[in-house]
DNA sequence: CTATGTGCAAACTATTTGCCGTCTG
DNA sequence: CAGACGGCAAATAGTTTGCACATAG
């Protein structure tokens, strides 16, 4: 554990927003000047497999990373691209996973539901309008 | 609307996988040797404006495209990248519907409402094991 | 005829990788 | 000290764009 996978860890999970690996760059870069964008995308992957923070499974076309490892899932802004906590109550996640099995099982085997909702948010709704 | 239009938009109303851009290239390419990769993008683009096609918001560093409008979800391999359909009951449609609107309509107002799951299809998870 | 579209190649963006010097355990 | 890691810059993958010519309406 180096001093800049410690920091890339502790700034991911000071955020509530879900940054890509250049955001995070930007952060980390105050702490650490001389970090370069590699090291970041490097860490990111080995955080991830350590089970320590999450990869987000996001549309758009840069990846997303999650400090927050609790099951929960996303809201995301088609238009400013911003994406947002839904944490369902427990009941909720049940019925969720059991109301897509029914429609899942014949076809495939899963691991891990990931739902992602997305749409556009308050902001960028009031902008259009 | 041109030849290359109009053989793009045929073949992809063909296919019930959910390709790319290149996958599409590759195909189109036999009718119509001399097109360009350029004109595949440029009209995948501008048939999605016009309704003729959908473009997916899925996860994975490729954007994907589907031919099949009406509504349903997919399900979509973390490891192959494979994208299956998930239609779901019109009664399910509105249970999910509701069932999301709990959570969501303090925070951000949605003109649409993507569910996509992510896991293992029954290929990969056969292989894993 | 003229606005729109095409092919081609170059540009761009996000990400990954090779290399070599540096640090951690 | 050995193996893992970091900085840097070059490579790669997917997508977009500028330009000059071609085509649809």
């Known amino acids: 554990m180096t001093k800049q996978r410690e920091i890339i860890l502790e700034e991911l999970r000071k955020l ?22 590699g090291t970041v995308y490097r860490n990111l992957e080995i955080l991830a497999e350590m089970g320590l923070i999450k990869k987000l499974e996001i549309a758009g076309k840069e990846k997303r990373w999650d400090g ?5 899932y996303h809201f995301r802004c088609v238009k400013c691209g911003k994406v947002e906590d839904i944490f369902l109550k427990d009941e909720d996640l049940e019925k ?9 099982n014949d076809n495939v085997k899963f691991e891990e539901m990931n739902v992602e909702i997305s749409g556009l948010c308050k902001d960028c709704n009031t902008i259009n309008n």
Do not use: E, G, Q, W
């Open 16 to 37: 509530k927003t879900h940054p890509t690996a250049s955001d995070l760059y930007d952060i980390v870069r105050k702490r650490l000047p001389k970090i370069s964008l």
């Open 68 to 72: 927050d490892i609790s099951k929960h």
């Open 96 to 104: 969720l996973d059991s109301f897509f099995k029914n429609y899942i």
